[in-house]
Protein backbone atom coordinates (compact mmCIF):
# COMPACT_ATOMS: atom_id res chain seq x y z
CA UNK A 1 0.00 0.00 0.00
CA UNK A 2 1.40 3.51 -0.99
CA UNK A 3 2.07 5.75 1.82
CA UNK A 4 -0.04 8.91 1.65
CA UNK A 5 1.74 12.34 1.26
CA UNK A 6 2.16 14.80 4.11
CA UNK A 7 0.07 17.35 1.91
CA UNK A 8 -2.89 13.93 1.70
CA UNK A 9 -6.28 15.34 2.16
CA UNK A 10 -9.03 13.86 3.51
CA UNK A 11 -12.57 13.64 4.18
CA UNK A 12 -11.79 14.93 7.25
CA UNK A 13 -9.72 16.04 9.85
CA UNK A 14 -9.98 16.03 13.88
CA UNK A 15 -10.73 19.78 15.12
CA UNK A 16 -8.37 20.38 17.54
CA UNK A 17 -7.86 23.51 20.05
CA UNK A 18 -4.15 25.17 20.38
CA UNK A 19 -2.15 22.47 22.72
CA UNK A 20 -1.10 25.36 25.05
CA UNK A 21 -4.83 26.27 25.72
CA UNK A 22 -5.36 22.56 26.83
CA UNK A 23 -2.03 22.48 29.09
CA UNK A 24 -4.25 24.20 31.97
CA UNK A 25 -7.15 21.55 31.80
CA UNK A 26 -4.47 18.65 31.88
CA UNK A 27 -2.46 20.70 34.89
CA UNK A 28 -5.76 20.86 36.54
CA UNK A 29 -6.92 17.15 36.31
CA UNK A 30 -3.26 15.79 37.27
CA UNK A 31 -3.77 18.75 40.33
CA UNK A 32 -6.80 17.07 41.49
CA UNK A 33 -6.12 13.16 40.17
CA UNK A 34 -10.09 13.09 39.14
CA UNK A 35 -9.86 10.88 35.72
CA UNK A 36 -13.47 9.85 35.70
CA UNK A 37 -16.69 8.51 37.78
CA UNK A 38 -18.28 11.98 37.26
CA UNK A 39 -15.44 14.71 37.57
CA UNK A 40 -15.94 18.32 37.88
CA UNK A 41 -15.19 18.52 33.95
CA UNK A 42 -17.54 16.24 33.14
CA UNK A 43 -20.30 18.01 35.20
CA UNK A 44 -19.26 21.11 33.45
CA UNK A 45 -19.27 19.78 29.93
CA UNK A 46 -22.74 18.01 30.25
CA UNK A 47 -24.26 21.67 31.80
CA UNK A 48 -22.40 23.73 28.88
CA UNK A 49 -23.81 21.84 26.35
CA UNK A 50 -27.32 21.79 27.21
CA UNK A 51 -26.90 25.30 27.06
CA UNK A 52 -25.15 25.13 24.09
CA UNK A 53 -27.52 22.68 22.24
CA UNK A 54 -30.61 24.57 24.01
CA UNK A 55 -31.98 21.27 25.58
CA UNK A 56 -33.14 19.87 28.67
CA UNK A 57 -30.77 17.14 29.66
CA UNK A 58 -28.03 15.90 28.32
CA UNK A 59 -25.95 12.63 29.50
CA UNK A 60 -21.95 12.61 28.85
CA UNK A 61 -20.40 8.94 27.56
CA UNK A 62 -17.62 7.18 26.45
CA UNK A 63 -18.65 6.81 22.89
CA UNK A 64 -21.70 6.96 20.94
CA UNK A 65 -21.96 3.29 19.95
CA UNK A 66 -22.32 3.18 23.90
CA UNK A 67 -24.88 5.67 23.80
CA UNK A 68 -27.30 3.73 21.24
CA UNK A 69 -26.65 0.26 22.96
CA UNK A 70 -27.84 2.27 26.42
CA UNK A 71 -30.50 4.77 24.83
CA UNK A 72 -32.31 1.03 23.74
CA UNK A 73 -31.84 -0.38 27.49
CA UNK A 74 -33.25 2.81 28.84
CA UNK A 75 -36.52 2.64 27.04
CA UNK A 76 -36.65 -0.90 27.31
CA UNK A 77 -36.82 -1.48 23.73
CA UNK A 78 -36.94 -5.24 22.55
CA UNK A 79 -38.37 -7.36 19.95
CA UNK A 80 -38.57 -5.39 16.39
CA UNK A 81 -37.08 -1.89 15.68
CA UNK A 82 -37.98 0.26 11.95
CA UNK A 83 -34.11 1.77 11.00
CA UNK A 84 -32.96 2.84 7.65
CA UNK A 85 -30.00 0.31 5.57
CA UNK A 86 -28.60 4.00 4.86
CA UNK A 87 -26.08 4.62 7.88
CA UNK A 88 -22.89 3.81 9.56
CA UNK A 89 -22.71 0.30 10.87
CA UNK A 90 -23.56 0.98 14.58
CA UNK A 91 -26.96 2.27 14.32
CA UNK A 92 -27.97 -1.22 13.30
CA UNK A 93 -24.92 -2.94 15.69
CA UNK A 94 -26.70 -1.26 18.49
CA UNK A 95 -29.78 -3.55 17.62
CA UNK A 96 -28.24 -6.68 17.80
CA UNK A 97 -26.44 -6.11 20.88
CA UNK A 98 -29.79 -5.54 22.60
CA UNK A 99 -31.26 -8.55 20.92
CA UNK A 100 -33.02 -6.58 18.72
CA UNK A 101 -34.20 -7.26 15.53
CA UNK A 102 -33.46 -4.17 12.69
CA UNK A 103 -36.32 -3.64 10.46
CA UNK A 104 -34.62 -2.06 7.33
CA UNK A 105 -36.92 0.53 5.54
CA UNK A 106 -36.35 1.98 2.03
CA UNK A 107 -34.85 6.43 2.57
CA UNK A 108 -36.17 9.19 1.01
CA UNK A 109 -34.80 10.24 -2.88
CA UNK A 110 -34.49 13.47 -1.72
CA UNK A 111 -32.87 13.80 2.16
CA UNK A 112 -32.02 10.19 2.48
CA UNK A 113 -33.04 9.65 5.75
CA UNK A 114 -35.83 7.08 6.44
CA UNK A 115 -39.16 7.69 4.35
CA UNK A 116 -41.59 7.62 7.04
CA UNK A 117 -43.95 7.14 3.70
CA UNK A 118 -42.71 3.25 3.83
CA UNK A 119 -42.70 3.03 8.18
CA UNK A 120 -46.01 1.69 8.68
CA UNK A 121 -46.11 -1.17 6.19
CA UNK A 122 -43.07 -2.47 8.44
CA UNK A 123 -44.94 -2.54 11.16
CA UNK A 124 -45.79 -5.54 13.11
CA UNK A 125 -47.34 -6.83 16.61
CA UNK A 126 -43.12 -7.04 17.41
CA UNK A 127 -42.46 -3.27 16.52
CA UNK A 128 -41.57 -1.21 19.89
CA UNK A 129 -39.88 1.69 17.98
CA UNK A 130 -38.33 3.36 15.40
CA UNK A 131 -34.31 4.10 14.94
CA UNK A 132 -33.94 7.01 12.38
CA UNK A 133 -30.96 8.93 11.34
CA UNK A 134 -30.23 12.24 10.53
CA UNK A 135 -28.06 11.20 7.84
CA UNK A 136 -25.57 13.91 7.17
CA UNK A 137 -26.60 15.92 9.57
CA UNK A 138 -29.58 16.67 7.48
CA UNK A 139 -33.12 16.70 10.28
CA UNK A 140 -35.53 13.81 9.28
CA UNK A 141 -39.13 14.48 8.75
CA UNK A 142 -39.79 14.32 12.69
CA UNK A 143 -43.45 15.67 12.81
CA UNK A 144 -44.26 12.92 10.28
CA UNK A 145 -41.96 10.00 12.52
CA UNK A 146 -43.54 11.53 15.57
CA UNK A 147 -47.21 11.65 14.06
CA UNK A 148 -46.67 7.71 12.99
CA UNK A 149 -45.09 6.49 16.33
CA UNK A 150 -48.01 7.83 18.63
CA UNK A 151 -50.67 6.09 16.48
CA UNK A 152 -48.95 2.94 17.01
CA UNK A 153 -47.57 3.83 20.35
CA UNK A 154 -43.85 3.15 19.37
CA UNK A 155 -40.90 4.73 21.04
CA UNK A 156 -38.26 6.93 19.00
CA UNK A 157 -34.42 6.93 19.35
CA UNK A 158 -32.66 9.41 17.22
CA UNK A 159 -29.42 8.02 15.65
CA UNK A 160 -28.18 11.92 15.75
CA UNK A 161 -24.29 11.07 15.52
CA UNK A 162 -24.22 13.89 13.22
CA UNK A 163 -25.93 16.43 14.07
CA UNK A 164 -24.60 18.52 16.46
CA UNK A 165 -25.88 22.08 16.74
CA UNK A 166 -28.39 21.13 13.84
CA UNK A 167 -31.90 23.69 14.29
CA UNK A 168 -34.82 22.92 12.72
CA UNK A 169 -37.95 25.35 12.72
CA UNK A 170 -35.97 27.65 15.03
CA UNK A 171 -34.90 24.90 17.58
CA UNK A 172 -32.75 21.98 18.39
CA UNK A 173 -33.21 18.73 16.04
CA UNK A 174 -32.22 17.08 19.35
CA UNK A 175 -35.62 17.59 20.96
CA UNK A 176 -37.49 15.30 18.85
CA UNK A 177 -37.90 11.79 19.82
CA UNK A 178 -37.89 9.77 23.31
CA UNK A 179 -34.11 10.05 22.96
CA UNK A 180 -31.44 11.62 20.54
CA UNK A 181 -28.19 10.08 20.56
CA UNK A 182 -24.70 12.32 19.90
CA UNK A 183 -21.41 11.09 18.61
CA UNK A 184 -18.57 12.95 19.45
CA UNK A 185 -15.68 10.91 17.84
CA UNK A 186 -13.14 12.47 15.94
CA UNK A 187 -14.01 13.01 12.95
CA UNK A 188 -17.28 14.58 13.59
CA UNK A 189 -17.97 18.30 13.67
CA UNK A 190 -17.47 18.41 17.42
CA UNK A 191 -15.37 15.82 19.15
CA UNK A 192 -14.22 14.71 22.65
CA UNK A 193 -11.60 12.47 20.43
CA UNK A 194 -13.85 9.60 21.41
CA UNK A 195 -17.03 10.54 23.59
CA UNK A 196 -21.05 10.45 22.66
CA UNK A 197 -23.85 12.12 24.82
CA UNK A 198 -27.67 11.14 24.79
CA UNK A 199 -30.13 13.72 25.12
CA UNK A 200 -33.12 13.32 27.68
CA UNK A 201 -36.26 14.91 27.75
CA UNK A 202 -36.52 14.81 31.55
CA UNK A 203 -34.22 14.36 34.36
CA UNK A 204 -35.94 11.05 35.49
CA UNK A 205 -34.64 9.51 32.02
CA UNK A 206 -31.36 11.13 32.67
CA UNK A 207 -30.85 9.48 36.14
CA UNK A 208 -31.85 5.85 34.63
CA UNK A 209 -29.12 6.20 31.85
CA UNK A 210 -26.68 7.77 34.92
CA UNK A 211 -26.50 4.33 36.43
CA UNK A 212 -26.96 1.95 33.28
CA UNK A 213 -23.62 4.13 32.35
CA UNK A 214 -21.99 3.26 35.86
CA UNK A 215 -22.68 -0.49 35.80
CA UNK A 216 -26.32 0.29 37.25
CA UNK A 217 -25.08 1.94 40.97
CA UNK A 218 -26.78 3.84 42.94
CA UNK A 219 -24.54 4.77 45.49
CA UNK A 220 -21.72 2.20 47.16
CA UNK A 221 -23.26 -0.23 47.88
CA UNK A 222 -26.83 0.16 45.65
CA UNK A 223 -27.20 -1.69 42.18
CA UNK A 224 -30.32 -1.39 40.62
CA UNK A 225 -29.70 -2.65 36.67
CA UNK A 226 -27.42 -4.58 34.91
CA UNK A 227 -25.30 -1.62 33.31
CA UNK A 228 -22.10 -1.16 31.82
CA UNK A 229 -18.95 0.93 32.30
CA UNK A 230 -20.11 3.78 29.67
CA UNK A 231 -18.78 7.07 31.20
CA UNK A 232 -16.43 9.69 29.87
CA UNK A 233 -13.19 10.37 30.93
CA UNK A 234 -11.98 13.44 32.66
CA UNK A 235 -9.92 14.15 29.93
CA UNK A 236 -12.11 13.52 27.23
CA UNK A 237 -14.84 16.48 29.18
CA UNK A 238 -11.81 19.01 29.46
CA UNK A 239 -10.91 19.03 25.81
CA UNK A 240 -14.91 18.93 24.85
CA UNK A 241 -14.97 21.92 27.33
CA UNK A 242 -12.24 23.99 25.38
CA UNK A 243 -13.82 23.18 21.95
CA UNK A 244 -16.67 24.67 22.54
CA UNK A 245 -14.89 27.81 22.74
CA UNK A 246 -13.86 27.28 18.95
CA UNK A 247 -17.14 24.96 17.71
CA UNK A 248 -18.66 28.30 16.01
CA UNK A 249 -16.03 29.47 13.84
CA UNK A 250 -15.49 26.24 13.17
CA UNK A 251 -19.24 25.83 11.55
CA UNK A 252 -18.87 28.88 9.99
CA UNK A 253 -15.62 27.70 7.69
CA UNK A 254 -18.10 24.78 7.30
CA UNK A 255 -20.73 27.04 5.82
CA UNK A 256 -17.60 28.43 3.41
CA UNK A 257 -16.63 24.80 2.14
CA UNK A 258 -20.18 23.76 1.58
CA UNK A 259 -21.33 26.96 0.03
CA UNK A 260 -17.79 26.88 -2.63
CA UNK A 261 -18.03 23.30 -3.30
CA UNK A 262 -21.73 24.18 -4.64
CA UNK A 263 -20.88 27.21 -6.48
CA UNK A 264 -17.94 25.28 -8.19
CA UNK A 265 -19.99 22.12 -9.02
CA UNK A 266 -23.61 23.39 -9.95
CA UNK A 267 -22.93 23.36 -13.35
CA UNK A 268 -21.21 20.07 -13.63
CA UNK A 269 -23.47 17.57 -15.92
CA UNK A 270 -24.39 14.36 -13.68
CA UNK A 271 -22.76 15.63 -10.28
CA UNK A 272 -26.29 15.93 -8.01
CA UNK A 273 -25.51 17.92 -4.15
CA UNK A 274 -28.03 17.46 -1.68
CA UNK A 275 -30.29 20.36 -1.54
CA UNK A 276 -30.80 22.58 1.61
CA UNK A 277 -34.08 21.55 3.34
CA UNK A 278 -36.32 24.00 4.34
CA UNK A 279 -36.18 26.03 7.92
CA UNK A 280 -33.11 24.06 8.54
CA UNK A 281 -29.44 25.28 9.91
CA UNK A 282 -27.34 22.77 9.14
CA UNK A 283 -23.77 21.95 10.47
CA UNK A 284 -22.23 21.08 7.07
CA UNK A 285 -20.78 18.05 8.88
CA UNK A 286 -20.67 15.93 5.30
CA UNK A 287 -20.65 17.28 1.59
CA UNK A 288 -22.29 14.21 -0.34
CA UNK A 289 -22.46 14.33 -4.01
CA UNK A 290 -23.89 12.13 -6.18
CA UNK A 291 -22.68 10.88 -9.08
CA UNK A 292 -25.38 10.23 -11.80
CA UNK A 293 -26.76 10.03 -15.79
CA UNK A 294 -24.77 12.60 -17.62
CA UNK A 295 -21.16 12.48 -15.39
CA UNK A 296 -18.50 11.02 -17.97
CA UNK A 297 -17.01 8.48 -15.84
CA UNK A 298 -18.80 5.73 -12.88
CA UNK A 299 -18.54 7.04 -9.12
CA UNK A 300 -15.83 4.32 -8.34
CA UNK A 301 -13.98 5.54 -11.04
CA UNK A 302 -14.17 9.57 -9.59
CA UNK A 303 -13.44 7.93 -6.43
CA UNK A 304 -10.01 6.70 -7.46
CA UNK A 305 -9.17 9.62 -9.91
CA UNK A 306 -8.95 11.47 -6.21
CA UNK A 307 -7.22 8.89 -4.63
CA UNK A 308 -4.64 9.10 -7.36
CA UNK A 309 -3.91 12.97 -6.30
CA UNK A 310 -3.78 11.89 -2.91
CA UNK A 311 -6.91 13.22 -2.05
CA UNK A 312 -9.25 10.67 0.03
CA UNK A 313 -13.03 11.10 0.15
CA UNK A 314 -15.41 8.39 0.90
CA UNK A 315 -18.54 6.42 -0.23
CA UNK A 316 -20.82 7.08 3.17
CA UNK A 317 -22.65 5.42 2.68
CA UNK A 318 -21.63 2.66 0.76
CA UNK A 319 -21.99 -0.61 1.16
CA UNK A 320 -25.34 -0.86 3.02
CA UNK A 321 -25.53 -2.09 6.05
CA UNK A 322 -28.53 -4.44 4.72
CA UNK A 323 -25.45 -6.05 2.77
CA UNK A 324 -23.49 -7.23 5.61
CA UNK A 325 -23.26 -10.98 6.64
CA UNK A 326 -25.09 -10.25 9.73
CA UNK A 327 -28.15 -8.85 8.70
CA UNK A 328 -28.42 -10.12 4.41
CA UNK A 329 -30.47 -12.74 5.77
CA UNK A 330 -33.66 -10.61 7.13
CA UNK A 331 -36.16 -10.27 4.47
CA UNK A 332 -36.64 -6.47 4.97
CA UNK A 333 -32.17 -6.81 3.63
CA UNK A 334 -33.43 -7.56 0.19
CA UNK A 335 -32.25 -5.48 -2.08
CA UNK A 336 -35.56 -5.40 -4.25
CA UNK A 337 -37.29 -3.67 -0.96
CA UNK A 338 -34.66 -0.85 -0.65
CA UNK A 339 -34.47 0.35 -4.16
CA UNK A 340 -33.64 4.02 -3.50
CA UNK A 341 -30.86 3.47 -0.94
CA UNK A 342 -29.28 0.41 -3.35
CA UNK A 343 -28.90 3.49 -5.91
CA UNK A 344 -27.54 6.10 -3.56
CA UNK A 345 -25.10 3.57 -2.07
CA UNK A 346 -23.90 2.85 -5.50
CA UNK A 347 -24.16 6.74 -6.59
CA UNK A 348 -22.68 9.08 -3.27
CA UNK A 349 -19.26 10.53 -2.30
CA UNK A 350 -18.58 12.48 -0.15
CA UNK A 351 -16.11 15.09 -0.69
CA UNK A 352 -13.16 16.24 2.33
CA UNK A 353 -15.09 19.16 4.30
CA UNK A 354 -13.48 20.32 7.44
CA UNK A 355 -12.36 23.48 9.12
CA UNK A 356 -8.56 23.09 8.26
CA UNK A 357 -9.22 22.81 4.67
CA UNK A 358 -8.31 26.08 2.16
CA UNK A 359 -9.79 27.37 -0.38
CA UNK A 360 -6.87 26.23 -2.66
CA UNK A 361 -7.44 22.54 -1.83
CA UNK A 362 -11.68 23.51 -1.94
CA UNK A 363 -10.82 24.47 -5.68
CA UNK A 364 -8.44 21.87 -6.73
CA UNK A 365 -11.14 19.17 -5.23
CA UNK A 366 -13.78 21.07 -7.17
CA UNK A 367 -11.51 20.81 -10.44
CA UNK A 368 -10.91 17.40 -10.43
CA UNK A 369 -14.61 16.32 -9.95
CA UNK A 370 -15.75 19.09 -13.07
CA UNK A 371 -12.62 17.37 -15.05
CA UNK A 372 -11.63 13.91 -14.28
Known amino acids: MDTPRDDAIYVTQPQLPPLEEFIP ?3 EIWDKRILTNNGPFHEQLETALTRYLGVEHIALLSNGTLGLITALQALRITGEVITTPYSFVATAHALLWNGIKPVFVDIDPH ?3 LDPNKIEAAITPQTTAILPVHCYGRPCDVAAIEHIADNYNLKVIYDAAH ?4 RHDGASILRHGDLSVLSF ?5 FNTAEGGAIVCPDAKTKQRIDHLKNFGFVDETTVVAPGINGKMSELNAALGLLQLQHIDRALARRWEIDAAYRKLLRDVPGIRCLQPLE ?3 PNHAYFPILVEAGYPIGRDDLYLALKRQDIHPRRYFYPLISDFPMYRGLPSARRENLPVASAAAQKV ?3 PIHPQLSDEQVQRI ?7
Open 366 to 372: AAIVANP
Open 185 to 189: HATKV
Open 111 to 113: TLN
Open 279 to 281: AET
Open 163 to 166: AFAV
Open 349 to 351: LCL
Open 25 to 27: YLA
